[in-house]
Nanobody, 116 residues
């Protein structure tokens, strides 16, 4: 069973930055497709950014140019660098790992609050 542990959330002022980390257990991390999702109160969970095993990335339109997803396979970790944060980025951010046909698993979530 793959487990994901997120860290790096917190309170930041508008225009600030945070870096989220998600460390995965297991020895096949380089094969996992990884993603960051977020869920704001009263809203559905949405994809923020994703990165494939081949390091291809895609982003929600709302974060393009501000957020960057990356992965370090040697550390079994995926990162989300979030710059120029806005109040509308406030949400619980969840890490997701997929290995097609084998598993699709979620972390426990980390709160990001953007407020002055």
């Amino acid at each position: 069973q793959v487990q994901l542990v997120e860290s790096g959330g917190g309170l930041v002022q508008p225009g600030g930055f945070l870096r989220l980390s998600c460390e995965a257990s297991g020895g096949l991390f380089s094969r996992y497709a990884m993603g960051w999702y977020r869920q704001a109160p009263g809203k559905q969970r949405e994809l923020v950014a994703a990165i494939t095993s081949g390091h291809s990335t895609n982003y929600a339109d709302s974060v393009k140019g501000r957020f960057t997803i990356s992965r370090d396979n040697a550390k079994n970790t995926v990162y989300l660098q979030m710059n120029s944060l806005k109040p509308e980025d406030t949400a619980v951010y969840y890490c997701n790992a997929k290995l097609a046909g084998i598993f699709d698993t979620w972390g426990q979530g980390t709160q990001v609050t953007v407020s002055s």
